[in-house]
């Protein structure tokens, strides 16, 4: 299956059959304005995917036995609009690479960014569709957040890794590194790590496999690697790519 949005207002679902790929969903006019973003949710979650629209609102669109195709839209998740959703990783961090069972119970969680110049981190479920704000970034108490349109989000990999790690791109030219910490029977917190400055406006961020290297495609045509440094305090630019590599 492929997911699509659009300027269109709509989120349509397509599967490929001997006839080849064919529309089988369209959410027709669920949505008032276009849709910037789409995210499927980790397998073990079912048959699911998240999306932000430029109307303010994040849907999430599922797929129940006996029922189809429903969605469920979350209104004024994000003033004047909502660019990008991501969904966190399903296991703890660090599961995979131990063969212990986890310490806690997993969460569906998904990140969110808008023309607000916020992020919020929702729980999704256990009811289907359902989304609750499990934090806003900064937190209360934090350093200060993006002071322009928060244009990515993007959750590393858990894979050898000691907590979930978000990393948030805006049009004020920077990335923000957030380390999400767990405490039993509380929401989980989030804690600002690092305030990186580029040189242009951050349009997309994406991890590597193991979440050591972060790549940041900028508005200057060119993408940047991140990597945390030695110290473990602060990430750096440590490779570039443009139009002449």
Known sequence: MIASCSYDHKI???????????AVHNTGDAH????NSIAWAPPDFGLALIAGSSDGSVSVLQYVESRGWE????DRAHTIGCNTVSWAPY?????????APPQQQPMAKVASGGCDNKVRVWQVGPNPGTMTVLAELPEAGQPGGHTD???DV?????????NNILATGSQDHTVIIWHEVNTPGAAPTYEKKAHVTLPAVVWRCSWSVTGSILAVSCGDNKVYLL????DGVTWEI????????
């Open 149 to 151: 349109w928060v244009r």
């Open 238 to 245: 440590v490779s570039t790519v443009d139009q002449g590599a």
């Open 71 to 74: 969605l469920k839209k979350h």
């Open 227 to 230: 990597k945390e440094s030695a």
């Open 12 to 22: 349509i679902i397509w599967k490929e059959g001997q006839q080849g790929w064919q």
């Open 154 to 162: 993007a959750w590393a990999p858990s894979i050898g890794l000691s």
């Open 32 to 35: 008032s304005s276009s849709v």
């Open 91 to 99: 296991m703890p961090p660090g599961a995979a690479m131990s063969g």
